[in-house]
């Protein structure tokens, strides 16, 4: 096995001294290319976690080891609403100072990526909240960074569009050879899309069990393996809630 591409040990979070511990202990590890989807009850910490890998938030105490640079995509799409689908993606790749002259093409690319080859010249409002999210993904691939970090980014969809999307997101992960760490709030949604999901208990987060998906056939949303592994696991996130009131 080769070294971990992102190596969390003993991560601990407080935002202020004696107050409540949010993370506590926490250890993950993800190999290169790997898919790991992050799963708990609201408020254990998953956002924040993520928060402190791209370092919009400091840890408390405790190690990481990011192999690679990570970027971060959010539930809301937060593309710049005066820029057309192509000019956002063009000022994320300004941003991580991709040569001007070959922005537009790179830009393009990354929309037939995202199967939106026609979408350069359309501002965010004239597209749906699924193209919108495409757009996110393809800015996101911009900045060529090797870990993808998605905190709850097909939430706000319905859930034709939601599965379309996890048909183009695994696409995209098995072309890219990305490193992914995916944050949700569904299970089935975690259960269908990982190749490990991982349980955090309720606050203080820790991760308390893990389970890893061996299955060469393609997944759907309705297919029997994620049926059977998300009830397994509901059910244990419903105990740790239990167990924290």
Not at 51 to 63: P, Q
Not at 72 to 78: D, G, P, R, T, V
Request: charged fraction near 25%.
């Amino acid at each position: 096995m080769s070294a971990p591409i992102l190596k969390i040990e003993h991560l601990s979070k407080q935002y202020a001294a004696g107050g409540p511990t949010i993370i506590d202990d926490l250890n993950l590890s993800l190999q290169p290319g790997e898919f790991v989807a992050l799963v708990g009850a609201s408020g254990c910490g998953k956002s924040t976690l993520l928060n402190i890998l791209t370092g919009l938030e400091t840890k408390t105490s405790g190690n990481i080891d990011l192999g690679a640079e990570a970027a971060l995509m959010f539930q809301e799409h937060a593309l710049l609403p005066w820029l057309t689908a192509g000019k956002n993606i063009e000022l994320a790749l300004k941003l991580v100072n991709y040569p001007k002259a070959e922005r537009k093409a790179r830009a393009q690319r990354l929309l037939e990526l995202v199967h939106l080859p026609h979408a350069y010249d359309q501002r965010p409002h004239e597209l749906s909240g699924g193209m919108r999210q495409r757009v996110a993904i393809a800015r996101a691939l911009a900045q060529g960074r090797k870990i993808l970090l998605m905190d709850e980014p097909f939430a706000a969809l319905d859930a034709i569009t939601r599965d379309l999307l996890h048909e183009e997101l695994v696409q995209i992960w098995e072309e890219t050879g990305l490193t992914v760490l995916f944050v949700t709030h569904n299970v089935r949604e975690a259960v269908r899309l990982a190749q490990r999901v991982i349980l955090m208990s309720s606050r203080p987060g820790r991760i308390i069990k893990e389970w890893q998906i061996e299955s060469a056939e393609p997944r759907r949303i309705e297919s029997k393996i994620v049926s059977d592994l998300s009830l397994v696991i509901t059910e244990e996130l419903r105990k740790e809630i239990k167990r924290h009131g």
